[in-house]
């Protein structure tokens, strides 16, 4: 097992001590209960917007914590789902008096114990309102899931969602909001190698060395197929087609495409694969008004890319444009 | 060879295709030429900054192209020097009367290719300064260079370089602050595995399963030593320390710490590189004022990380903290 980490134990606590150092004027940390939050917060009269899971997907959640996207994360250990009591004690910690969201990616693990906790926060009078991401079009089923997995929209829901209750918006709006978001978006993803837990110290599957994962989720969960090594147009196809057909996406619609690096492969890929997608995207007829290109969702040093499409309207598009600062996405500040 | 590409021949340019789709509120791209240029150069009365190198270091330069940093970058094929013909148009391109600098990388080709486009944009009367970066302590000479190889330094410097060319300094006056910023700043790198080159298909070099490569340069050119797996403490102290020994660093200075990832190294294990980084630093009452993690200045998929400190001072902070908008670092806007 090849990585810059000290033992397997320390990954996760060590990492947000380095978060912590890194961006104390966006984020405080408890390291020892593994929560990030927001600088400022409680943010009196401001949905408190809170998220989690597994370590492993950095930036995800916790590099999405500031100002215009998420007031907390609670990360588990790597591939893990945190406990109720982060979560518990990170919705008391972003309460403002109006109520907080919790976002859920479609998890087992992740939604049994999210409930406990938007009920243990219920009982202390935190209102609470969940929206479970489950935007993968790959699978109906899944190793960690009951229906579809929750990936790539989770980022971009976090943000525009984030930008909506950065107005003072009330917790309803908020929560409609994310799921309005979550039913406009799809997902798919796939590897081209697997990527090692620490704790295990081996890889999660094998892949021989022309072979790929079409469909992969984010924690190498098996995805549709294993196929032979193809072109990235090809691959780019084997996304993008299912995400569209999904989407019911027509002629004249823009959306938002996010083409998203697993870890373990670098930028350059990812524009090919932004070139060909976008190639799809005009043969019908659909615009790209917005784009996100980088590593946002990862899942450890995985090699390979997901794909996420959400369909774009005015409200969507303002949201998103909205400043945003944390410390792995900042605009407009 | 795994890799999200199409042919060797055309990752470049396509590349040069996904940037230029994804950003062209930011960029004009050359895909032809391969010269990424700030949309609305030449700005008339500002100096021009550009640079170039191989490709395969993304988004170096290419995404520090834009508001606040550089006017232009022109890529060559991967880890392969630009030719004088796109230096010199880029030059042209971005001259807005002022003059223009060029940061050069100390790599052979690279100093060869730019002293000619320099000379043959003098001849048509654009002035031109150039400043070489050479901050890697790991080694005196190697496989394409004489002297110390330009490394991280060179990320921190077109970002601070161009804030000042922003307020529309002349031209001596940003070519001064260039070679003030490459003096105060050292790097050193590390890999756990080799990248390899579409073209070449197969790995620039070997490691066993239980070694690394203190030292390495960004084309996989051989380090200080080859050594067994260590854990990311000692890994950090074995590049900080020749870093903060050949800087001179002393109690009470600050510097602006820039944690590097390779390509293939996810951000989780970069934290934790800087919470190392951050607690040697403290032992020695140096502070960190700014700070950057992630993966700016890279090696393909190469695992593993390099190290930059820069030593500041309040004309340094000015520019770094001043705004900047391109594809891959932006703020203040």
């Known amino acids: 097992m090849k990585k810059l980490i000290n033992t397997p134990e320390n990954v996760v606590k060590e990492a947000l001590e380095g978060m912590a150092a890194a961006h104390s004027d966006l984020i405080r940390v408890d390291v020892e209960q593994q929560i990030v939050v927001r600088k400022d917060a409680p943010v009196q009269g401001k949905v408190g917007v809170i998220s989690g899971g597994g370590s492993g997907h950095e930036p995800m959640h916790g590099g999405f914590v500031g100002r215009g996207m998420l007031d907390a994360a609670c990360p588990g250990a790597v591939f893990t789902s945190p406990v109720p009591d982060q979560m518990l004690e990170a919705t008391r910690a972003v309460n403002g008096g109006a109520g ?66 950065e107005t003072g918006a009330p917790l309803s709006q908020v929560a409609e909001l994310a799921r309005k978001v979550n039913n406009q978006g799809r997902s798919m993803g796939m590897a081209l190698t697997s990527c090692t837990v620490p704790a295990a110290g081996k890889p999660t599957f094998e892949l021989g060395d022309d072979e790929m994962e079409i469909g992969i989720g984010i924690h190498g969960e098996p995805g549709r197929r294993r196929v032979k090594l193809a072109p990235a147009d090809e691959i780019t196809e084997m996304l993008a087609n299912p995400i569209i057909e999904d989407l019911g996406l027509k002629s004249g619609e823009q959306v938002l495409a996010f083409v998203n690096g697993m870890g373990g492969t670098p930028l350059i890929e990812l524009y090919i694969v932004y070139h060909a997608l976008n190639r799809i995207l005009k043969g019908k007829n659909v615009s790209i008004a917005r784009n996100l290109v980088g590593s946002y969702i990862t899942s450890l040093e995985m090699a390979g890319c997901s794909i996420t499409l959400v369909r774009l309207d005015d409200e969507l598009i303002k949201y998103w444009d909205a400043p945003v600062h944390t410390p792995a996405l900042r605009w407009g500040v």
Chains 1, 2 share one sequence.
């Open 100 to 165: 907080v969201l919790h976002i859920v990616k479609n998890y087992t693990g992740d939604i049994l114990n999210f409930e406990m906790a938007a009920e243990l926060a219920q009982a202390e009078g935190i209102e609470v309102e969940s929206v479970v991401t489950n935007d993968d079009v790959a699978v109906q089923d899944s190793l960690y899931t009951a229906g579809r997995r929750g990936v790539g929209v989770t980022v971009l829901l976090e943000k525009i969602v984030g930008g909506l209750a």
